[in-house]
């Protein structure tokens, strides 16, 4: 794997502390970006010397903007942005209040939003950049229980859509990665409310053609060629990476 593809780059990830955002951050430090780890919470870990943590809530715009506004200063310019703050509510709607709801937008859609709104402005000077959004493949099918989660990554496919449209023209790209099951903590969450979690977590394993599910770095890997060069006319696309899963009929399997 050739490293330094990246390099002179700057990139900031939203949920950068966290499993997915934490495998995007130390992949783009090994190909030589200057990152930025935008997290409501440090988390633990020492950090490599390339990649710099701020506190960032995604869900006020006042801290958004200030944000950019001090990217800016220092460094310019904004080349790659990652938008991987997100959450999970294990809830159908009968279960989900009006709170569930709205919170979990604020996250995953309304919080995209905003850090993409201020953030287009800095790849402008930038001569154009890639965003790469996280949507999932509960955004085109549906696991139970998860019914708010499921309408928030439909959004967020239709606004990267949106967006890719609209700047395209500016040579700023637009993607969403649609992961399936990634072996992070907000999947030992999901699995964590079940009774006998080891059989659950293995017949899900084994329902996925390639039988194991996905790391950090399978996603970081996407990631980085999206964020480069080789991948400048893609754009618009929804990157669906699950193993598989998602390519079977599922009640053929015997």
């Known amino acids: 794997m050739s490293q330094g593809q990246l390099r002179g780059k700057i990139a900031l990830v939203t949920g950068g502390r966290g499993g997915i955002g934490r495998g995007i951050c130390e992949r783009f430090a090994k190909e030589g970006a200057t990152v930025i780890a935008a997290d409501i919470a440090q988390g633990e870990g020492v950090l ?3 990649v710099h943590y701020e506190a960032l809530d995604v869900t006020n715009e006042d801290t958004v903007h200030a944000l950019m506004a001090a990217v800016g200063e220092k460094y310019g310019q904004l080349d790659i942005l990652v938008n991987a703050a997100a959450i999970e509510i294990e809830k159908t709607i009968e279960e989900t209040s009006l709170q569930d709801w709205n919170r979990i937008f604020a996250i995953n859609v309304t919080g995209m939003f905003l850090v993409c709104k201020h953030a287009v402005p800095l790849m402008r000077k930038a001569g154009g950049g890639s965003i790469i959004n996280f949507g999932s493949y509960d955004g085109f099918i549906a696991d139970p229980s998860l019914a708010a989660y499921c309408a928030t990554k439909g959004a967020v496919h239709a606004l ?11 040579n700023i790209r637009v993607n969403a990665v649609c992961p399936g099951f990634i072996d992070t903590p907000m999947l030992q969450s999901f699995f964590g409310s079940s009774g006998d979690i080891d059989t659950l977590k293995e017949e899900v394993r084994r329902i996925h053609p390639m039988r194991r599910y996905g ?4 996603i970081a890997s996407l990631v980085n060629w999206l964020a480069g060069d080789e991948s400048v006319y893609a754009s618009g696309q929804l990157w669906i990476l699950d193993g598989g899963l998602t390519a079977q009929v599922q009640q053929m399997r015997l």
């Open 160 to 170: 990267t859509k949106a967006m890719a449209c609209d700047y395209g023209p500016e």
């Open 48 to 50: 490599p010397e390339s």
């Open 215 to 218: 790391t950090p770095a399978d």
